[in-house]
């Protein structure tokens, strides 16, 4: 069982920059795909980013492609999202989740990950 916990996030002005951290559990966090995904109220799940187990595979959605950035450090068992020139339509609910092995490959598809975290809000303001 591998537990994530979120954390960053909050009120952020339109043009700014907030970093949200996921932090995992377990000894076998190095070996996961980590995906990003947000959701709006009454919306389903988006896909934002995902980064593979090595750090070699890295993959973003085209609205936030430039913007933003996955990074991992499996020292720490954390992975990360930088989120800059952020808009008042990246309000969310940001989750972090986890695709242990064998991984689907199909990164942006949330019924693909195994473990998610509580969530934390982003709310930026025009």
């Known amino acids: 069982q591998v537990q994530l916990v979120e954390s960053g996030g909050g009120l952020v002005q339109a043009g700014g920059s907030t970093r949200l951290s996921c932090a995992a559990s377990?000894?076998?966090?190095?070996?996961?795909?980590m995906g990003w995904f947000r959701q709006a109220p009454g919306k389903e799940p988006d896909f934002v980013a995902a980064?593979?187990?090595?750090?070699?595979?890295?993959y973003y959605a085209d609205s936030v492609k430039g913007r933003f950035t996955v990074s991992r450090d499996n020292a720490k068992n954390t992975v990360y999202l930088q989120m800059n020139s952020l808009k008042p339509e990246d309000t969310a609910v940001y989750y972090c989740?986890?695709?242990?092995?064998?991984?689907?490959?199909?990164?942006?598809?949330?019924?693909?990950?195994?473990?998610w975290g509580q969530g934390t809000q982003v709310t930026v303001s025009s």
């Open positions: 989740a986890a695709d242990r092995p064998p991984y689907s490959g199909d990164y942006v598809d949330p019924g693909q990950y195994d473990y």
């Open positions: 377990g000894r076998t966090f190095s070996s996961y795909t």
């Open positions: 980064i593979s187990w090595s750090g070699a595979g890295i």
